[in-house]
């Protein structure tokens, strides 16, 4: 009866560790480098500044968006390039999460939006 | 030794006990005659007729392993043909978490809205458009926006799905 018991206490152990592995942080996600996956599998790897991600990093969303670039306060913001699911890129500057500054929209299909954004906006062709 | 620490046990925690392994044991047996006969206690007949049941959209996810389907080609997607993707269109409901925000990326108000109200969307909406031809995914949502009450509609093309194996949800929404 105790290795019966003994057996399963192992096996949920494992299956749990296991689990617990495929989320949370691998490396140091507090003030260092580290990768940091969510529950959802979204994928963050790189820099990190009182538990936020600060500096350069590449964030991977499971539905295919991809983020490179730089971070500031756990946001987007600075220069950084967006990947969409389709193909579609934007390549230029950030604040806050959205498309602000100088920057370039090229779209699945090849055409091109350069320009000023402002809170993902085009507002100024260049 | 076991037996001893039983015996020792007062009458309540004993029959607590019993009681306890009686339940597992039910459901054990249950559990054990379902896995063996559940094929014999199935008549012919009636698994004749769930075939006859069958929907095109359960016959096309049963054909389809990979998780995310997909209108453009991806390296790690399935790519839906028309049919397909009508099929799939008509028959999904939920629109994910993800496919919000990446929608709000392109809608500034929306993601305003969004973030203040805690991630809480109003509506969901997957329908299909005969004159387009295209799926058409979107989200309501209602809040402050400029200090004003605000209700906004996001909508676009459904182009990516995800199959979790019970239902279908669209994955990626393009609004621009």
């Not at chain 1, 100088?102 to 993902?120: E, H, M, P, S, Y």
């Not at chain 2, 453009?72 to 043909?81: F, H, P, Q, T």
């Not at chain 2, 799939?88 to 305003?112: D, E, H, P, Y």
Request: proline fraction near 1%.
């Amino acid at each position: 009866m105790k290795k019966f018991f003994l057996f399963g206490f192992i096996i949920i152990f494992f299956s749990t560790a296991s689990y617990a592995r495929r989320t949370g942080c691998e490396g140091d996600c507090e003030n260092g480098s580290g990768t940091w996956t969510y529950t959802d599998q979204t994928v963050y790897k790189g820099e990190w500044l009182n538990s936020k991600k600060h500096g350069k990093g590449i964030e991977t969303w499971p539905n295919g968006y991809i983020y490179e670039g730089d971070f500031f306060d756990s946001k987007w913001q600075g220069d950084g390039t967006l990947t969409f699911p389709d193909g579609s890129k934007y390549i230029g500057q950030w604040v806050e999460d959205n498309m602000n500054g100088q920057g370039t929209f090229t779209l699945a299909d090849g055409t091109i939006r350069k320009g000023i954004w402002k809170n993902g906006i085009l507002v100024e062709s260049n | 030794m076991l037996t001893k620490s039983f015996k020792e046990l007062p009458e309540g925690s004993k029959h607590f006990f019993g009681l306890v392994t009686l339940t597992i044991s039910i459901f054990l047996l249950f559990f054990l005659l379902n896995t063996f006969f559940y094929e014999e206690i199935i008549s012919e007949k009636l698994i004749v007729e769930e075939k006859e049941q069958i929907n095109p959209y359960d016959e096309l996810l049963n054909s389809i392993f990979k998780k995310k389907l997909n209108v453009y080609e991806s390296a790690d997607g399935y790519l839906l043909n028309a049919d397909e993707y009508k099929i799939l269109c008509t028959n999904t409901k939920i629109v994910t978490q993800r496919a919000v925000m990446g929608a709000n990326i392109i809608n500034f108000k929306a993601q305003v809205i969004y973030n203040a109200n805690g991630n809480l969307i109003e509506e969901t909406f997957v329908k299909w458009d005969d004159d387009s031809n295209q799926c058409l995914a979107g989200y309501i949502l209602k809040g402050i926006f400029d200090n004003e009450e605000a209700t906004i509609e996001v909508s676009g093309q459904a182009q990516s799905f995800l199959n979790t194996g019970v239902d279908t949800r669209v994955y990626f929404i393009k609004n621009f």
